[in-house]
């Protein structure tokens, strides 16, 4: 038998009901039926979810813990999520708030097959915070976001990213913008600035733009897990393990599953190196307590796994890099995009400016 892995759900409910609302939750992840209607003596030891502990978060809110059968999961990372919050993230009294991965369950999925170091090694960066720009608006065309590229590199970036917007659109496909864009890069002769196209469609489709992204020599690529599916996702890292894979959180609020959980450690048990996730202040209203919490979880000592590198975006700007290398250390790449984007015919020197600042910040530490 698997180990049994553990669901943290928070539960807005009234003291007198808790108990019966937790039993509720272990049942409907785990059988979905009447236990009376089960005769079977295995499923009712083994299979069905048992609830653990129950502890009073404040303001009507519980933290419920149910332990679930690893057997009922399998290495199906679709079944993983199924399993944890399937049915019950239909109801709008409950958050997946964390999970308690045993070891084996997290060596069958693997985590990250290259992580923090070696994208840090891929850029030269040493034990610095690496930096990361992109390619937008979509709309233009291949030799448009080429240009951007090339400048970006000479402004000595490490990374320049598809926008998650850019898919296989007529006005630029992913196979003529890999072309531009790493046809210019080559012209520069900068080995240390790599290009990371972003991925789009049906699983076939995804396969098919790994293997042009390959063929033109590209060794980190961007996938959405939430608008990809979690399983496809999982199932591109393991095909593709000289790949890193930066994980971009499009869809990832539309569930209510913590970020900290979600981004940090989810993304990171199925296989990705980097994952995006808004930075508190910008555009999007993640708090400082998440954005710490989720920098932790992607980085920190779990199960045997690689460190997953955070990358807070969202909004940010050249003026706010001190304060984000001070609040997590330099763990981290830093992303700006459109602030960089509007210096317009400046975008080198800018660019240029935002490296030496990173580059000028010491290693500092990791978030506590």
């Not at 009294?93 to 069958?108: C, G, I, S, Y």
Request: aromatic share 6%; net charge negative.
């Amino acid at each position: 038998m698997l180990p049994r892995l553990t669901a943290t759900y928070h539960v807005r409910c009234d003291a007198a009901a808790i108990e019966e609302r937790a039993r509720a939750i272990a049942v409907e992840q785990s059988v979905e039926m009447p236990l009376g209607a089960i005769a079977d003596p295995f499923v009712l030891s083994e299979i069905v979810g048992r609830v653990e502990d129950i502890r009073d978060q404040g303001d009507g809110v519980f933290a419920v813990r149910v332990a679930l059968s690893g057997e009922t999961i399998g290495h199906d990372a679709g079944q993983l999520i199924n399993m944890l919050f399937g049915n019950s993230s239909l109801h709008d009294d409950v958050v997946l708030n964390d999970v308690e991965v045993p070891p084996a369950l997290a060596a069958a999925f693997g985590g990250p097959r290259h992580g923090l170091d070696q994208l840090r090694q891929r850029a030269g960066a040493g034990g610095r915070a690496l930096t990361c720009s992109a390619l937008k608006p979509q709309g233009l065309p291949p030799a448009a976001l080429a240009e951007l590229a090339r400048r970006f590199a000479l402004g000595g970036i490490d990374y320049i990213k598809d926008d998650h917007g850019l898919a296989d659109q007529a006005y630029a496909s992913l196979a003529a913008r890999v072309a531009a864009v790493t046809a210019a890069l080559r012209e520069l002769d900068r080995p240390t600035t790599h290009y990371v196209p972003s991925l789009s469609g049906d699983l076939a489709a995804m396969r098919a733009q790994i293997a042009i992204a390959r063929e033109a020599g590209i060794d980190t690529i961007m996938v959405a897990p939430m608008v990809a599916g979690l399983a496809n996702f999982h199932a591109l890292v393991k095909e593709n393990p000289g790949l890193a894979f930066i994980a971009h959180p499009s869809l990832a609020g539309a569930a209510r599953l913590a970020p900290p959980l979600l981004l940090g450690k989810l993304f990171r048990l199925l296989g990705a190196d980097a994952v995006v996730f808004p930075h508190y202040g910008g555009r999007f209203g993640y708090s400082p307590a998440t954005c710490r919490l989720l920098a932790r979880a992607a980085l920190d000592g779990w199960q045997g796994l690689r460190p997953c590198l955070p990358v807070p975006a969202g909004g940010m700007s050249r003026q706010r890099v001190a304060e984000m290398l001070d609040f997590y250390g330099a763990d981290i790449m830093l992303l700006i995009g459109g602030a960089l984007l509007q210096a317009r015919e400046r975008l080198v020197e800018e660019t240029a400016a935002f490296v030496a600042e990173v580059h000028g910040h010491g290693y500092g530490h990791r978030p506590g």
